[in-house]
């Protein structure tokens, strides 16, 4: 059974690379005491740096987990031994869903109150105020404590990976998108067009408008078979010009989907 949770007490930091380090200093200047761990990182100034996760947890009522996705389980199961009756434990690594899950299930297992943190911004000029949205078991105490330190924690709700999942659905399109901008500046800065595709880029996404996912989603359904003839031929230039096609022979697959089910639905 999960012990009753509450967040009083320090707070731990688990991993105190780029994110771990700002929201930490964030922490201290609030006048909050902060244990941090980290194997390789230093502890920014005013942070007590532990022995080991366990040791950071000792006596914290709130642990915050900033580590990476792949060390998070190592960290969770590290961490336990330290985690006291009360505290909270959140863990803010970008996972999949379904290591949230498994962290949740191990920590419940413990009886240690868990909460799924999706950080929904980049840390770095934000630090302890980067968005983040919580869910799982002890979504409503984990919102509370950080909003209470600082924070900007919006309680989503539902089971661990209900956050992750909105993290990464986002991420598919944010990521997404910088990932094109940047192969088509590889490509523009080859064919000699840089400056001009830049200003072109900031253009058009200064005059994004409430409809323009409306219109970019269904304009790729009603003109999927030019726009794939289109794309294809712009893996093509890439090609000339030396360019990794990766993002754009993507788009080609995608509209030769949408063309495919045009074509079957009608």
């Not at 979504?139 to 989503?156: D, F, H, K, S």
């Not at 996404?205 to 009603?222: F, H, I, K, N, Q």
């Not at 003839?229 to 096609?245: R, V, W």
Request: proline content about 5%.
């Amino acid at each position: 059974m999960t012990r009753p949770a509450s967040a009083a007490g320090p707070v731990a930091v688990l991993g105190l690379g780029e994110a771990g380090s700002e929201i930490s200093r964030d922490l201290v200047r609030a006048g909050i005491p902060v244990r941090g761990y980290d194997p390789v990182a230093p502890a920014p100034a005013g942070v007590v740096m532990a022995d080991g996760e366990a040791d950071a947890c000792t006596g914290a009522g709130l642990v915050l987990s900033l580590t990476t996705a792949h060390e998070s389980e190592a960290a969770l199961r590290a961490a336990l031994p330290g985690v006291g009756p009360g505290a909270l434990y959140a863990d803010l690594n970008t996972a999949a869903p379904g290591l949230k899950q498994r962290l949740a299930e191990i920590a419940a297992q413990a009886g240690v109150a868990f909460a799924d943190v999706a950080v929904m911004s980049s840390v770095p000029g934000r630090g302890l105020r980067v968005p983040l949205l919580v869910s799982g078991a002890a979504a409503a105490q984990v919102t509370a404590a950080i909003n209470g330190v600082g924070g900007r924690a919006e309680l989503l709700g539902g089971p661990a990976g209900a956050a992750a999942t909105r993290k990464l659905v986002r991420s598919v399109f944010y990521k997404g998108l910088a990932a094109a901008v940047v192969e088509a500046l590889r490509a523009a800065r080859a064919a000699g067009c840089e400056d001009w595709l830049r200003g072109n880029i900031a253009a058009e996404l200064a005059e994004a408008g409430p409809d323009t996912v409306d219109r970019m989603e269904e304009g790729s359904v009603t003109h999927a078979v030019r726009r794939a003839d289109e794309m294809s031929a712009a893996a093509q230039l890439l090609d000339e010009l030396g360019i990794p096609a990766r993002v754009t022979e993507a788009s080609v697959a995608w509209l030769t989907q949408l063309a495919q089910e045009n074509a079957a639905a009608h």
